[in-house]
């Protein structure tokens, strides 16, 4: 499954937990339509149908099942850098645990 690094949580959360979006809004990562095999992070009120839900420390993330499979040994971590959020993956998912 899928680990969240604390500033991962931490920048997920600062952009989830707004007064005005949902209760269950979280951060989604997909297949991009493009075909390229690459994955897209978006903003999303809540699981579509078959997601995969991470929660760590208040944040949510929700894996579409083509998505889980792929990040299922992997770890989601967050960084700022000059003024920008960044997300990035690390870890090898030919791997257990």
Do not use: C, K
């Not at 390229?36 to 099942?65: F, H, I, K, N, W």
């Not at 992997?74 to 690390?90: C, N, R, S, V």
Request: proline share 7%.
């Amino acid at each position: 499954m899928l680990t969240l690094t604390g500033n991962a949580a931490e920048a997920i959360r600062s952009v989830t937990d707004q007064p005005q979006l949902p209760a269950d809004t979280g951060v989604r990562i997909a297949p991009q339509a493009d075909g390229t095999g690459s994955l897209a992070l978006s903003l999303t009120a809540g699981p579509e149908t078959g997601d995969q839900v991470v929660e760590s420390d208040g944040a949510r993330v929700y894996l579409a099942p083509d998505a889980a499979t792929v990040l299922d040994h992997a770890t989601l971590d967050a960084i700022y850098e000059a003024g920008e959020l960044t997300f990035t993956l690390t870890g090898d998912p030919d791997q257990p645990g």
